[in-house]
């Protein structure tokens, strides 16, 4: 067995283990259009996916006014909650879960959903206790701010150099940069994996095996 370069792996949540990035553009879009908004192509849509919710809204949706964002958080919630049931994890994400926990990296999660959201994700997919801990963006700052895992490493005493942040959007490797640790990079989410390479991540997965294999060699 390799020797462990990384001690702590954060994951990034939906379009990285959740396979929600289609169900969040088409509830940004949906919510838009409730309130009056100009509705986002589906392109800008997916671009804010990974920021916090009021953030990724006000980007999406930069015609509707400030006094309606609690009506647009809403009503993408409306939406949102109705589908949840119909998505799941990524195929393979468990086994390779597992295989992290068999040789001890400490796995958190780092992700713009809200902490109900995500408490409510995990136990939806049976995941209670896979994650040794967790930030979310209604609790510190959103990305592509260093806070979460700046947050996440003082928990942990884990140092920037022995963390590895893995994400599928440009957020989240700006905010693996932002914070001094590696990131690795997934194209079976929200953003294309061209914008990837200026935020130099160590390596770009197609497939949760190919993630889960450079995992192996390389974490």
Not at 42 to 66: E, F
Not at 94 to 114: C, D, F, I, Q
Request: glycine share 8%; net charge negative; aromatic share 6%.
């Amino acid at each position: 067995m390799p020797q462990r370069q990384f001690d702590l792996i954060a994951f990034d949540w939906d379009g990285t283990l959740f396979d929600s990035t289609a169900l969040i553009t088409r509830c940004i879009q949906a919510a838009v259009a409730d309130v009056g908004g100009t509705v986002p192509t589906t392109r800008d849509a997916s671009y804010v996916i990974g920021m916090g919710l009021m953030q990724a809204l006000a980007h999406a949706a930069p015609d509707v006014p400030l006094e309606k964002y609690p009506l647009l958080g809403e009503r993408y919630r409306f939406h949102y909650t109705r589908h949840q049931r119909d998505i799941s994890l990524f195929e393979g994400v468990l086994p390779m879960l597992a295989h992290l926990k068999e040789r001890h990296h400490l796995l958190t999660v780092a992700t713009g959903k809200s902490r109900g959201g995500l408490n409510e994700a995990l136990r939806s997919v049976e995941l209670v206790g896979v994650f040794d801990g967790s930030r979310t963006a209604d609790e510190t700052a959103g990305k592509p701010s260093p806070l979460m895992l700046n947050e996440l490493m003082s928990e942990f005493g884990v140092t920037p150099e022995r963390t590895l942040m893995i994400g599928d959007t440009t957020h989240d490797l700006q905010m693996a940069l932002n914070a001094g640790c590696a990131s690795v990079g997934v194209s079976y989410g929200a953003h294309e994996p061209d914008a990837f390479h200026v935020l130099h991540p160590r390596h770009v997965a197609h497939s949760v095996q190919e993630l889960r294999d450079w995992l192996a060699t390389h974490a």
